[in-house]
């Protein structure tokens, strides 16, 4: 991953920054190269390893100064797809995914009136013979301008019909080729950092009943799957920025290094039980937690030891910077991983 990585040196991620384009011919390298496939099993043709595999891939993309945000979710999406697609989902989109024909790389969860209560999300689903009609809207969706699938999450069953409020929900492969302008319309939001993301609405898509992944109405429960796999890689990115903001900033390396160290080792930790298939949920919350707070207080120390060079994008802190404070708010915010820990590791009464 190193030797890929040099071949994308700081002035290339800096043009990316600069154009607000996304780093295509990095991406390619990476696809070519298997990386994005290392999830994928030796039978569909990827490399058959695990999260803590992954995770180290995307760590050395961030530690050598480039985003794995142009390209991460198609580690974290796959988790569902490998265990919970059928067979014939399987061998229809692994193979095309590992080779580059395809790309999984939008995951469509978020609404702009639900935030990251997803159990509430209003986007539907209705099953009309053999498609599903899709109705609602999304929002802070990535990637779909350069994602050939989108791994969709909608309700199938009305909330005040289930006993449960993370039952009725189902997960759907969305082919966005067909979709976009027939049913699905993209409106791309300006944000902060050169992080291309999206509204999503959904104006009575039809989607392929054969694309409703595992059972309908347990889509929450694969969801959660792909969460946890998603808090792992998003740990390792931030373990990747904060030791590229400790190497750029020597002081800094010996009198604070042991945060990310800390970080780090809960990352391995939850990844750990993840590819065991064991619950990993408090884990994966915390690795992330800690890995974005280590990484944002290293960012601000780089910037103070560099001064008024800070600020200078020749140098790149300030890309990494704003980069790195993404992880404080996404892809789940720090408040809502402490919440998670106070009830669900700490016993305490639920806060909200």
Request: proline content about 3%; aromatic content about 8%.
């Amino acid at each position: 991953m190193r030797d890929l990585c040099r071949r994308f040196r700081d002035e290339y991620w800096r043009r990316i920054d600069r154009e607000r384009t996304y780093p295509e011919e990095f991406v390619r390298a990476l696809t070519g190269a298997g990386w994005l496939a290392a999830l994928i099993p030796e039978a569909y043709g990827g490399s058959g390893l695990g999260i803590t595999e992954a995770s180290i891939i995307l760590e050395e993309v961030n530690r050598s100064g480039g985003n794995s945000g142009a390209c991460h979710a198609q580690m974290y999406t796959m988790g569902t797809l490998l265990r919970h697609g059928s067979e014939a989902q399987k061998r229809l989109y692994l193979p095309k995914i590992a080779h580059g024909e395809l790309r999984l790389q939008a995951f469509g969860v978020t609404e702009p009136t639900t935030g990251s209560d997803t159990t509430k999300l209003k986007t539907t689903a209705v099953r009309q013979g053999d498609c599903y009609v899709v109705n609602g809207q999304k929002v802070f969706i990535s990637r779909v301008q350069h994602s050939d699938l989108l791994l969709l999450l909608a309700r199938t069953t009305s909330l005040n019909q289930v006993k449960k409020k993370g039952e009725g929900l189902s997960v759907f492969l969305v082919d966005l080729r067909d979709a976009i302008g027939h049913g699905l319309t993209v409106q791309p939001i300006d944000t902060m950092i050169n992080h291309e993301t999206n509204q999503l609405f959904f104006d009575n898509l039809e989607v392929p009943a054969e694309n409703l992944i595992g059972e309908e109405g347990k889509g929450f429960r694969y969801i959660l799957d792909g969460m946890n796999a998603e808090r792992i890689l998003i740990a390792a990115e931030c373990i990747g920025d904060g030791y590229w903001f400790i190497e750029r900033a020597a002081k800094y390396a010996k009198e604070r290094i042991v945060n990310v160290e800390a970080a780090n080792l809960m990352r391995f930790g939850a990844a750990s039980l993840f590819d065991a298939d064991r619950p990993c949920g408090a884990e994966a919350n915390m690795a992330k937690l800690l890995a974005a707070d280590a990484s944002w207080e290293a960012a601000n120390v780089a910037l103070q030891t560099h001064g008024g060079f800070g600020f200078a994008a020749e140098y790149d802190i300030e890309r990494k910077f704003r980069e790195t404070r993404l992880y404080q708010v996404a892809p789940i915010s720090t408040n809502l991983i402490l919440s998670y820990v106070a009830e669900h590791v700490l016993g305490l009464p639920r806060s909200f």
